[in-house]
T-cell receptor, first 109, second 111 residues
Framework: GNSVTQMEGPVTLSEEAFLTINCTYT??????LFWYVQYPGEGLQLLLK?????DKGSNKGFEATYRKETTSFHLEKGSVQVSDSAVYFCAAMAQKLVFGQGTRLTINP | DVKVTQSSRYLVKRTGEKVFLECVQDMDHENMFWYRQDPGLGLRLIYFSYDVKMKEKGDIPEGYSVSREKKERFSLILESASTNQTSMYLC??????????FGPGTRLTVL
């Protein structure tokens, strides 16, 4: 079956640092790929997505590129803010959505 | 904006009780999903439904059932709650073939 593996957390960074959260997937065919964010006390929100190889999803300064050759969809942001502190989930969708285990990110001022 | 609402944000129940978690969406979506979220395990799919009265088992259906009598409402039922069902439950809905919009979640504690 499909599976998603993402970088274990927690991750703690200082404000304005560069962020990478790794995500790799295994799937038959070419799934759509997603990053979701969960702020404290809230449900999940779609952050960005990519539906085919070499697509780049972007939103709120975050980016991720669908890399078919490495089966990866790493999340990046050039300069993080305290307000980016949240749990981030990578997900892949073929027939159904499969999530990674989540990465808790804390940004210190 | 698409809205997915869940009946309770926090719920405390006792072992053996029957528990109903309700989810309502207002955008006429075909697909609706129930997940549970546990630390270190991410989100795991319990059940999903792609039409009224239709349901499909997800990855961890044991101990749960669902009901979808109307398109906008998808209920998750714990017939006899157990302590290992203490978790955050998330509902999502979306058009066919999409990942869906999530509700705010219900944190269930079973004592």
């Amino acid at each position: 079956g499909n599976s998603v593996t993402q970088m274990e957390g927690p991750v703690t960074l200082s404000e304005e640092a560069f962020l990478t959260i790794n995500c790799t997937y295994t799937a038959t065919g070419y799934p759509s790929l997603f990053w979701y964010v969960q702020y404290p006390g809230e449900g999940l929100q779609l952050l960005l997505k990519a539906t085919k190889a070499d697509d780049k999803g972007s939103n709120k300064g975050f980016e991720a590129t669908y890399r078919k050759e490495t089966t990866s969809f790493h999340l990046e942001k050039g300069s993080v803010q305290v307000s980016d502190s949240a749990v981030y989930f990578c997900a892949a969708m073929a027939q159904k959505l499969v999530f990674g285990q989540g990465t808790r990110l804390t940004i210190n001022p | 904006d698409v809205k997915v609402t869940q009946s309770s944000r926090y719920l405390v129940k006792r072992t053996g009780e029957k528990v109903f978690l309700e989810c309502v969406q207002d955008m006429d979506h075909e697909n609706m999903f129930w997940y549970r979220q546990d630390p270190g395990l991410g989100l795991r799919l319990i059940y999903f439904s792609y039409d009224v009265k239709m349901k499909e088992k997800g990855d961890i259906p044991e101990g749960y059932s669902v009901s979808r009598e109307k398109k906008e409402r998808f209920s998750l039922i714990l017939e006899s709650a157990s302590t290992n069902q203490t978790s955050m439950y998330l509902c999502a809905s979306g058009p066919l073939g999409t990942s869906g919009v999530f509700g705010p979640g219900t944190r269930l504690t079973v004592l």
